[in-house]
T-cell receptor, first 109, second 116 residues
């Protein structure tokens, strides 16, 4: 299973764009890149998934370079409610998720 | 509609006792997963059920852990002879698994298990 590396923590002010980069040098051909968000005392929640290039939904954008060895989750204009832990996961679709320790994002007013 | 529900929300037990944790997945979801999360850590996969296939038990940490899924719906995770290191939040997730696309996992609120 491909291992991921992401920053332990990040701070941002409200209204700023936040970019969280994840490294996955050993990603396999069948692996997808998926991001989940977790608030305290709650289970994780799916944010976005991609295979290559750029994916955008109503919550975030995911940028994946051609070599797929890294990816960047972009959160536009964060608010206090975006304070959470963000997990980058790499693996085949519809299989058990392999979580690292994630990135703890703190949004400051 | 209703999401994934788990019960109890909190469980405190003494070392050596058995515990049962319950998960009610979203109706119609054929895949069910159990994970556990220790304090400040990411989630650790335990077991995976998909339809009528044999479950993937590769994540179970010891033979004290077992799980079953009755009628393709409700699942119970059983921990026998609990140890203090079993203390964690146990999370259940379900997904639809249909077609070739990605089927996101929907997580329940978890059961916080404390072994004294």
């Amino acid at each position: 299973l491909a291992k991921t590396t992401q920053p332990i923590s990040m701070d941002s002010y409200e209204g700023q764009e936040v970019n969280i980069t994840c490294s996955h040098n050993n990603i396999a051909t069948n692996d997808y890149i998926t991001w989940y968000q977790q608030f305290p005392s709650q289970g994780p929640r799916f944010i976005i998934q991609g295979y290559k290039t750029k994916v955008t939904n109503e919550v975030a954008s995911l940028f994946i370079p051609a070599d797929r060895k890294s990816s960047t989750l972009s959160l536009p204009r964060v608010s206090l409610s975006d304070t959470a832990v963000y997990y980058c996961l790499v693996g085949e679709r519809n299989t058990p998720l392999v979580f690292g320790k994630g990135t703890r994002l703190s949004v400051i007013a | 509609g209703a999401g994934v529900s788990q019960s109890p929300s909190n469980k405190v037990t003494e070392k050596g006792k058995d515990v049962e944790l319950r998960c009610d997945p979203i109706s119609g979801h054929t895949a069910l997963y159990w994970y556990r999360q220790s304090l400040g850590q990411g989630l650790e996969f335990l077991i995976y059920f998909q339809g009528n296939s044999a479950p993937d038990k590769s994540g179970l940490p010891s033979d004290r852990f077992s799980a079953e899924r009755t009628g393709g719906s409700v699942s119970t995770l059983t921990i026998q002879r609990t140890q203090q290191e079993d203390s964690a939040v146990y999370l259940c997730a379900s997904s639809r698994v249909a077609g070739g696309g990605y089927n996101e996992q929907f997580f329940g609120p978890g059961t916080r298990l404390t072994v004294l």
